[in-house]
Nanobody, 121 residues
Framework: QVQLVESGGGLVQAGGSLRLSCAAS????????MGWFRQAPGKERELVAG????????YYTDAVKGRFTISRDNAKNTVYLQMNSLKFEDTAVYYC??????????????WGQGTQVTVSS
């Protein structure tokens, strides 16, 4: 049974930082690309950042480039999202997801339960 468990969300002031973690179990973590998605109220879910299985390639949506960093530790079966210079518009539920392909835009069959990030202005 695959489980992805996010942690690290919370309330932060604009300009602050948070680090999200996603611990994976029940899958060969090093064989999966990982993505961080977010969904704000009334908006569609979007891919915020992705990282291939080896960590050799990453993706960031334009809105977070230069502020967010995705990384992974295959020895710990964990993927991280370091979020700096947070803005009000970063407020959303953040989800991690696992993809069995190196194509970061292909299907993600496994999802975590989400963690709320709220940025106060």
């Amino acid at each position: 049974q695959v489980q992805l468990v996010e942690s690290g969300g919370g309330l932060v002031q604009a300009g602050g930082s948070l680090r999200l973690s996603c611990a994976a179990s029940g899958l060969t973590f090093s064989s999966y690309s990982m993505g961080w998605f977010r969904q704000a109220p009334g908006k569609e879910r979007e891919l915020v950042a992705g990282i291939t299985w080896s960590g050799g390639r990453t993706y960031y949506t334009d809105a977070v480039k230069g502020r967010f960093t995705i990384s992974r530790d295959n020895a710990k079966n964990t993927v991280y999202l370091q979020m700096n210079s947070l803005k009000f518009e970063d407020t959303a539920v953040y989800y991690c997801a696992a993809c069995p392909s190196n194509d970061l835009f292909s299907g993600y069959p496994y999802w975590g339960q989400g963690t709320q990030v709220t940025v106060s202005s």
